[in-house]
């Protein structure tokens, strides 16, 4: 008997743990890309600007996709600085190769949807090709460039209009 009474309540630990988890599901990145090229400046090698052209959304309005450019400045604290440059170099690796990418700084649990609306104004613009480049955007720094694999968000990524 003492056994089925710790088995019930590791059972209902787990799902209570699972419950919780998912009530604080959130939005881990902030911008959907379809990279076409990657410019950076002065050089890649001590890089402090970036321009990343291609097909641009961001996961609250995935509809508002647009071509053009982001325009990021590098961030200032050295430490951040490296993991910029590595976000930047595998933002770069590809551009042109047709794969989706998801990246930038968002995070926001379900009962904070009014700070994840404020948030999402606040993202980087995508500027049109005939803008020059001007007053960068600083770059949102999170969990690294990774793959997206989400159908919708690409096929949205691919038909973007300027």
């Given at each position: 008997?003492?056994?089925?009474?710790?088995?019930?309540?590791?059972?209902?630990?787990?799902?209570?743990?699972?419950?919780?988890?998912?009530?604080?599901?959130?939005?881990?990145?902030?911008?959907?890309?379809?990279?076409?090229k990657?410019?950076?400046?002065?050089?890649?090698?001590?890089?402090?600007?970036?321009?990343?052209?291609g097909?641009?959304?961001?996961?609250?309005?995935?509809?508002?996709?647009?071509?053009?450019?982001?325009?990021?400045?590098?961030p200032?604290?050295s430490?951040?600085?490296?993991?910029?440059?590595?976000?930047?170099?595998?933002?770069?690796?590809?551009?042109?190769?047709?794969?989706?990418?998801?990246?930038?700084?968002?995070?926001?649990?379900i009962?904070?949807?009014?700070?994840?609306?404020?948030?999402?104004?606040?993202?980087?613009?995508?500027?049109?090709?005939?803008?020059?480049?001007?007053?960068?955007?600083?770059?949102?720094?999170?969990?690294?460039?990774?793959?997206l694999?989400?159908?919708?968000?690409?096929?949205?990524?691919?038909?973007?209009?300027?």
């Amino acid at each position: 008997m003492k056994r089925y009474a710790t088995a019930i309540f590791l059972a209902d630990s787990c799902l209570l743990l699972f419950v919780t988890l998912e009530s604080s599901a959130s939005e881990l990145v902030a911008i959907y890309a379809l990279v076409d090229k990657v410019e950076m400046e002065p050089n890649e090698k001590s890089p402090q600007t970036i321009q990343v052209w291609g097909a641009f959304s961001t996961d609250r309005d995935p509809a508002a996709t647009k071509r053009g450019y982001l325009y990021f400045r590098a961030p200032f604290a050295s430490e951040y600085m490296n993991i910029a440059v590595k976000e930047w170099m595998d933002l770069k690796a590809v551009a042109g190769t047709g794969q989706a990418v998801a990246f930038g700084q968002r995070y926001f649990y379900i009962d904070q949807m009014a700070a994840a609306d404020a948030y999402a104004k606040t993202l980087p613009r995508v500027r049109p090709a005939s803008e020059k480049p001007t007053s960068p955007d600083g770059y949102p720094l999170n969990i690294g460039v990774s793959k997206l694999t989400n159908a919708a968000a690409i096929d949205q990524l691919k038909h973007a209009k300027p």
